[in-house]
């Protein structure tokens, strides 16, 4: 799963996907120079639904 995310487009998906799904915590969302796949993996692991469906999400933000 490739992304053009930088850290500061980041900063506003987040935001947005705190106020979508208010289960996300701030410690769930941070980036921790892991790369955006294990990123995405986990956040999507919390939503409990797949990656692909993680991607669709963020492609609509």
Same mark, same amino acid.
Do not use: C, G
């Given at each position: 799963?490739?992304?053009?995310?930088?850290?500061?487009?980041?900063?506003?998906?987040?935001?947005?996907?705190?106020? &979508? %799904?208010?289960?996300?915590?701030?410690?769930?969302? !941070?980036?921790?120079? $892991?790369?955006t796949? /294990? &990123? %995405?993996?986990s956040?999507?692991?919390?939503?409990? !639904?797949?990656?692909? $469906?993680?991607?669709? /999400? &963020?492609?609509?933000?």
């Amino acid at each position: 799963m490739k992304a053009n995310l930088d850290l500061a487009h980041w900063e506003n998906v987040k935001h947005k996907l705190k106020v &979508l %799904y208010p289960q996300l915590t701030d410690a769930d969302l !941070i980036w921790r120079h $892991e790369s955006t796949d /294990i &990123l %995405y993996s986990s956040i999507a692991t919390k939503l409990v !639904i797949s990656k692909k $469906e993680f991607s669709e /999400i &963020l492609k609509s933000l």
